[in-house]
């Protein structure tokens, strides 16, 4: 796969790529796997906005995506790969033996007529779904569990992979995308290979409407305002934050504070942080 450069004939198409969409075989989705996605427009359930400059965009259906791989030791033949405007990975629908239709994300080099399995008997191939018990050490892995049965939470993102480096005492080290390593309980499922649309981090929006259509607003920066507007606002030309760190216009800090419970000890499964503490 690669991405597509434009001539640049307007200011918006100079710089602007896109996706060449060369794994994509199908065009329309399985109606039967497609619900409403309601548009919160960055609201809570009371109504009140809770994230800035979010809302309109392009109209989108939600693609039900089977994340458990729930039907052990049954083949699946794959009908075609499709995009999914919810996510940056590419979905494949696939159907089973029973006549039973299923999207599951897509690995690289995924297409048309390939079979998947899932099981601990499956080979180890992209697109097979076993136990963590059962794949050998240094395998590429993705849709990794975290609890048994509750379907795959890490490692879903375009291009992503986590690498499998050591099995004891009943837990898998598992080296994740971020360089974090993390334990993982070895009755947990995971997935063989590597998300697929790699080049999707290559991927430049060049102009403004494309973020529109992702139904992204228009933000105004804090130090262009006034000082009642914002706290980094005034001053006599630009002027710096004038604090340690950057806040929200409600005096918050802009990139978060620490907000992990402790009574969830999830530390004791981190053996590498990813800042490499």
Not at 133 to 158: C, D, F, H, M, W
């Amino acid at each position: 796969m690669a991405t597509i450069k434009y001539k640049p004939t307007t200011p918006g198409r100079r710089g602007m790529t896109v996706p060449d969409f060369a794994e994509i075989t199908k065009f329309t989705p399985e109606k039967s796997l497609i619900c409403v996605k309601k548009k919160n427009a960055g609201r809570n359930s009371y109504g009140r906005i809770t994230v800035r400059h979010h809302g309109g965009g392009n109209r989108q259906k939600y693609r039900i995506v089977d994340f458990k791989r729930s039907f052990t030791d049954g083949a699946a033949t794959v009908i075609g790969v499709e995009y999914d405007p919810n996510r940056t990975a590419y979905i494949a629908l696939v159907q089973y033996e029973d006549g039973t239709k299923k999207y599951v994300l897509a690995p690289v080099g995924l297409t048309n007529g390939d079979v998947i399995y899932s099981g601990d008997s499956s080979d180890i191939k992209p697109g097979n779904t076993l136990s963590i018990s059962a794949i050998p050490v240094g395998t590429l892995i993705y849709n990794i569990e975290l609890y048994p049965g509750k379907g795959g939470q890490l490692v879903r993102s375009a291009g992503s992979a986590a690498q499998l480096m050591a099995k004891e005492n009943g837990m898998a080290q598992v080296r994740l995308p971020s360089g974090e390593v993390r334990l993982i309980r070895l009755d947990c499922k995971a997935t063989i290979g590597q998300v697929s649309n790699i080049d999707h981090e290559n991927v430049k929006i060049g102009k403004a409407d494309k973020t529109r259509h992702l139904g992204v607003r228009p933000h105004v920066r804090g130090s262009v305002m006034n000082p009642c507007d914002h706290p980094h606002g005034g001053g006599e030309g630009k002027a710096p934050v004038g604090r340690p760190s950057p806040v929200t216009p409600w005096g918050k800090p802009t990139h978060g504070y620490k907000t992990r419970n402790k009574k969830a000890r999830t530390e004791q499964f981190i053996i590498k942080h990813r800042n490499g503490k």
